[in-house]
């Protein structure tokens, strides 16, 4: 049976801000990391020092103050939120092209003698033999 005791309170410092910066640097001398080689991801102004210790930082759906920093560094900067609305659209306006594409071949085919339907000459699987 353990002795160990939930109590809610942090064993050290939070992981946020000049934090996240301190744990990095330290885990990445223990464990031989090259951190010019290394890349981060944040959302946050929060998430600045560990960016800023890094060689390829990435600003993800960022806050503004993050946004603004990125631009300024030529960081990139992906917009997974704005990404998802655009796919989703995008899919969207495909699935509607598609629904106005296959009817107006269903409206335009016709039967040819053995049953296949037919568009300008051309044979679809379905019926009859291809």
């Known amino acids: 049976r353990s002795t160990l005791k939930f109590t809610g309170r942090l064993v050290g410092a939070p992981v946020a801000d ?13 464990n031989g990391v090259d951190l ?6 944040g959302d946050s102004a929060a ?3 560990m960016l800023e ?11 503004d103050r993050l946004r603004a920093r990125a631009e300024k560094e ?8 704005e990404e998802y609305k655009a796919t989703r659209a995008g ?7 598609t629904d106005k594409l ?14 296949a339907a037919t568009h300008s000459g051309q044979r679809f699987a379905g019926g009859g033999a291809a």
């Open 18 to 30: 000049e934090e996240k910066r301190t744990r990095i640097l330290a885990w990445a001398g223990d």
């Open 36 to 41: 010019q080689k290394s890349h981060a991801y």
């Open 47 to 49: 998430d600045l020092p």
């Open 53 to 63: 210790c890094v060689g390829n930082p990435h600003a993800v759906s960022p806050c």
């Open 74 to 81: 030529g960081w990139p900067i992906l917009g997974w939120k």
């Open 91 to 97: 899919h969207k306006a495909m699935d509607k092209l």
């Open 102 to 115: 296959t009817d107006k071949l269903t409206d335009n085919a016709k039967d040819d003698d053995n049953g």
